[in-house]
């Protein structure tokens, strides 16, 4: 199967090289960038799932929606807090915090940004199944006056601030919400420095300059974001010049943008992880030992090597080191077929199974199915590989559908509670983010104690802990924490990875 996947990645080659060299015309290739340079292209791996931040929290969506919305408060390229639209802040009490929002802010609709477009904007997320759990310590939000928001919790919350820096806490206009209904998503209205033009479902995002943006106005006037599945051809379009920024370079192509003296690469370690993940309701993954079985299995140095050509480290756990309250004590699953086929026999499975691994069409992903289907073969299991377009990807694996699935996590607000409550808590079934319907007691109580606890060592012991069982419990079989990368043009300037993998674009030019 990967001799085959290798033709035809050749193929494709072949068929863009020809079709985009046709629609180029003048257009200079490698190095060129596009001809008025006042017109930005970012190409990555998937078209946006929604337009809408409540609607959606994944990433192909979140790149594009941080530029077209704003938070009350923002993470920095070293995942510091700082002010968003909201100026400055105060916590009264445990429970209570006071924000005082910027004056004169406008909506790309021209309507002003009021304290009550906030409280309208938290009451719609509270009632999103998809981004609700990202808020879900919020009690009330209140409108003190028009540039004055009261928010309380429940109990004390200690990643408040982080958990309002997500791109799922973007301030929508509420005019703009009632005015669209139903059909929002395609009439997306923000505060961010580009506005929306216009959404060719399945090709590209095109947006604008929003030149009363509040902050410093973007660098260019048009920005567009280009669906490209296919990893490869993200760099080809570097090589001829269609595309100024290229998300996620594949492992195969690193060298080939290094190379090219026209371009240039970026790299840095990721707030990501990649993952294995069972229906832990399906039968025999309600078993912990086939789940443990295939963890031993999966020889993870194997995927490094040939699906990201070395660009990771074996995960040890559901965290990495650049999250705050990472167990560096746990040391993962240790390849071991022996172990996997003894705890096959124990758990009655001695002659293995038949099941699938779902992928959505992202490359990388689809061989790193290909080669666990390999692993699992060499301990009896027959697993078939199915690739799922990207958006029916996760309807399905949040309905339970499927059986195994690989997907990844990015711990966006660099604090364990994102990177764990979300996929590991039984309250976050589904789309939520918990896909495993992993459900553990003792790991729900220690991720309720690790949000609500005051005390920094408490919380940091409670996401220990709750690391070794998730550990043990194996809903999923670790893989690897990622390095995120970005190709581009020699002349782009202003561009900088932040760890989240949701660039900011705004102040991302070109060189004269």
């Not at 074996?314 to 999250?323: E, F, L, R």
């Not at 896909?435 to 220690?446: A, H």
């Amino acid at each position: 199967m990967l001799k085959q996947r290798k033709s035809f990645v050749l193929l494709s080659m072949l068929l863009v090289i020809t079709v985009v060299l046709s629609a180029c015309g003048n257009k200079t290739t490698s190095g060129g960038g596009s001809s008025t340079k006042d017109e930005l292209v970012v190409a990555q791996g998937a078209d946006p799932k929604s337009l809408d931040p409540h609607a959606s929290n994944d990433q192909p969506s979140t790149r594009i929606n941080r530029q077209i919305y704003n938070t009350l408060v923002v993470t920095d390229n070293n995942m510091e807090i700082q002010p968003g639209l909201a100026e400055s802040w105060d916590q009264v009490d445990d429970n209570t915090w006071e924000f005082k929002l910027r004056e004169g802010v406008k909506f790309h609709n021209g309507e002003e940004m009021k304290a009550s477009d906030v409280v309208f904007s938290f009451d719609r997320m509270a009632n999103s199944a998809e981004v609700a759990h990202i808020i879900g310590a919020v009690k009330s939000v209140e409108e003190k006056d028009d540039y004055n928001v009261v928010i309380k919790t429940e109990e004390p919350f200690a990643p408040l601030l982080a958990h309002l820096a997500h791109s799922a806490s973007s301030i929508l206009s509420e005019k703009a919400v009632k005015d669209a209904g139903d059909d929002y998503q395609s009439h997306p209205v923000g505060t961010g420095p580009f506005k929306f033009v216009s959404h060719d479902s399945g090709d590209k995002v095109t947006l604008e300059r929003f030149d009363d943006y509040y902050g410093d106005k973007a660098k260019v006037k048009t920005l567009v974001f280009r669906n490209v599945p296919e990893g490869t051809n993200r760099t080809i379009g570097l090589q001829t010049g269609e595309i100024d920024i290229a998300y996620d370079v594949e492992p195969i192509d690193v060298k080939t943008v290094e190379g090219d003296k026209g371009l240039k690469l970026v790299k840095d370690p990721s707030l990501s992880s990649d993952y294995v993940g069972f229906n832990t309701k399906k039968a025999p993954y309600d078993n912990v030992k086939v789940r443990q079985a295939i963890n031993y299995a999966i020889n993870v140095d194997e995927i490094i090597e040939v699906a990201l050509e070395g660009a990771g480290t074996p995960a040890t756990g559901p965290i990495n080191d650049k999250v705050y309250g990472y167990n560096s004590n746990l040391k993962g699953y240790e390849y071991n077929p022996e172990k996997a086929k003894e705890l096959l026999k124990e758990a009655g499975f001695e002659n293995g199974f038949k099941t699938t691994i779902w992928t959505n069409d992202n490359p990388v992903r689809v061989t790193i199915a290909e080669i666990v289907q390999g692993q699992l073969k060499e301990i009896g299991i027959d697993a078939k590989v199915e690739q799922v377009e990207w958006g029916a990807y996760l309807e399905r694996t949040g309905k339970g559908e499927h059986d195994m699935f690989i997907l990844g996590w990015t711990t966006v607000t660099g604090d364990a509670d994102y990177g764990l409550y979300a996929v590991y808590h039984s309250s976050q079934h589904g789309g939520a983010g918990n896909r495993t319907f992993f459900t553990d007691p003792k790991v729900d109580e220690l991720l309720d104690k690790g949000r609500t606890a005051t005390n920094e060592d408490e919380r940091l012991k409670a996401y220990a802990e709750a690391q070794e069982l998730i550990l043990e419990g194996a809903p999923q079989a670790f893989l690897q924490f990622k390095t995120h990368n970005a190709g581009m043009q020699k002349n782009v300037e202003g561009f900088e990875l932040h760890p989240s993998g949701s660039h900011y674009l705004g102040s991302v030019g070109f060189s004269k």
